[in-house]
């Protein structure tokens, strides 16, 4: 059992926060060139994407000899739709640096995707040395990657269904259409799997998951509270993620 060590870093606004988080996966890449970087999508995360282009395009880091591993995938969705996280992540941050895209990994995500694809980016991640820096965004229903509430503690790389909470707060990157209602995800297992993870969580909207996140133990209800097993966490909060009163 691993004793459990969180750090909460609180922020005035979303910028700030996300400019530290920039700020530290920075100082990683700095002191480790070839490390292997967890990545995740969503809107909060766009911000800290922009700042570590920023830093490259002032040649203050390189991504030449980093590795990354997405934590999740749109079942069904081609890696060229505009919605798949392989393009968002181009647009957003592999075609801005010198990242090599041949070691940037996401899961692969056709519909009928079966166990061994979920076994075989588990295989890939290891194969990689492991994940020395996890970012994680969390849902406002408390999901990371796209574990939703119910997922077990120890689960893996696989297909889930995804949540109504989460279709419907991802609608918004789909222009009016119909968000994918399947994905593949990292599992809260591969996540804790990491050295380190960072979670950066802005905005009213997810001060309850991030209360619930360090409320009692783990709890399926909120599967980000399993955060609290790992012994390296640090969250990044701006003030109003922060808003809801700790309960310890
Ligand atoms: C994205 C991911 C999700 C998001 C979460 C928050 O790769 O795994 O867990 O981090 O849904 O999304 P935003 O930032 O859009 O609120």
Redesign the pocket.
């Known amino acids: 059992m691993q004793t459990s060590s969180s750090q909460r870093h609180i922020f005035p606004t979303s910028d700030a926060a996300a400019q530290a988080v920039a700020a530290h996966i920075i100082s990683t890449v700095k002191a480790k060139p070839n490390a292997v970087l967890g990545?995740?999508?969503?809107?909060?995360?766009?911000p800290v994407y922009a700042h570590l282009i920023a830093a490259y395009k002032r040649g203050d880091v390189r991504f030449s000899d980093v590795s990354t591993f997405?934590?999740?995938e749109y079942a069904g969705l081609a890696p060229s739709d505009p919605g798949s996280?392989r393009s968002t992540m181009d647009r957003l941050f592999f075609d801005h640096v010198d990242i090599d895209k041949t070691k940037t990994f996401l899961p692969e995500a056709s519909l009928d995707a079966s166990a061994a694809a979920g076994n075989d980016y588990e295989a890939m991640i290891i194969q990689a040395g492991g994940i020395d820096l996890q970012l994680?965004?969390?849902?406002?229903n408390g999901?990371?990657?796209?574990?939703e509430p119910g997922s077990a503690i120890d689960s893996r790389t696989r297909l889930v269904e995804l949540h109504e909470d989460?279709l419907a707060?991802?609608a918004?990157?789909f222009d009016g259409g119909k968000v994918p209602g399947s994905a593949i995800?990292m599992g809260i297992g591969t996540i804790l799997s990491a050295r380190e993870i960072v979670v950066?969580?802005?905005?009213a909207?997810?001060a309850d998951a991030v209360r619930d996140a360090h409320c009692g133990s783990f709890s399926p209800d909120c599967p980000a509270s399993a955060l609290q097993t790992h012994n390296h966490v640090l969250w990044f909060l701006d003030s109003a993620a922060a808003s809801t009163r700790f309960a310890a």
Do not use: P
């Not at 999901?143 to 574990?147: L, Q, R, T």
């Open positions: 990545l995740a999508t969503g809107a909060t995360m766009e997405n934590l999740d996280y994680l965004g969390i849902g406002r999901h990371i990657g796209f574990n989460t707060a991802n918004r990157f995800t950066l969580a802005t905005g909207a997810k």
